[in-house]
């Protein structure tokens, strides 16, 4: 029930190429879908969010695209850039700002000049 | 400068001794949470607190201690109890709020490692 499934769990795409990841979730309760953006030996940084009632988010070259009866959600990084290169983590949780995020596992995406 | 300050960035910890970290926040937040970063396993939670002197185990919270006696800190001990400790971990903290959610903020990390 608490479970966000992220795939792939690595990625290489060529410098200008789109970028995508994908997530499912099964807990039907959640209305909240971050992504966050980790560098090496740093913490993970919000990079973009959407709540169910769209099923588009855009912001410059990120944007999620939201499936809510497949209970999936992806997110499309377009013209990639070697400074995209990081672990992208999807997560889910309710709305209300304060509770417990479920995060995927992970997905390391290397992008080559 | 408002943000997150974990410490120590590294720390080594010997068979049966217990380790706190450290986690400070000066962002006026009230949620602050827990989690540890494994290789292919994501972020999982261990300890969260949502209010001061109040504190909830997350899904991995076996061997590990927490409190909440000030807002801005929620340090995290490691006991000797945690088979497999080495890891990264990271302390993360939000507004609270029943109008809006307004994402974590994390901390830069800590480094685990038991020699």
């Known amino acids: 029930q608490q479970q966000v499934k992220q795939s792939p769990q690595s990625l290489i795409v060529q410098k200008g190429g789109i970028s995508i990841i994908n997530c499912a979730y099964e807990?039907?309760?959640?209305?909240?879908f971050p992504w966050y953006q980790q560098f090496p030996g740093k913490g993970p940084a919000l990079l973009i969010a959407i709540r169910p009632d769209v099923s588009e988010k855009k912001e410059g070259r990120f944007t999620i695209s939201f499936n809510k009866s497949a209970k999936q959600f992806s997110l499309h990084i377009m013209d990639s850039q070697p400074g995209d290169s990081a672990t992208y983590f999807c997560?889910?949780?309710?709305?209300?700002?304060?509770?417990?995020?479920?995060f995927g596992e992970g997905t390391q995406l290397t992008v080559n000049p | 400068d408002g943000g997150i300050t974990q410490s120590p960035k590294y720390l080594f910890r010997k068979e049966g001794q217990n380790v706190t970290l450290s986690c400070e926040q000066n962002l006026n937040h009230d949620a602050m949470y827990w989690y540890r970063q494994d290789p292919g396993q994501g972020l999982r939670l261990i300890y969260y607190s949502q209010i001061v002197n109040d504190f909830q185990k997350g899904d991995i919270a076996e061997g590990y201690s927490v409190s909440r006696e000030k807002k801005e800190s929620f340090p995290l001990t490691v006991t000797s109890a945690q088979k497999n400790p080495t890891a990264f971990y990271l302390c993360?903290?939000?507004?609270?709020?029943?109008?809006?959610?307004?994402?974590?903020?994390f901390g830069s990390g800590t480094r685990l490692t038991v020699v």
């Open positions: 997560a889910a949780s309710k709305e209300t700002s304060g509770s417990r995020l479920t």
């Open positions: 993360a903290s939000t507004v609270w709020s029943s109008q809006a959610n307004y994402g974590y903020t």
């Open positions: 807990n039907t309760a959640f209305d909240y």
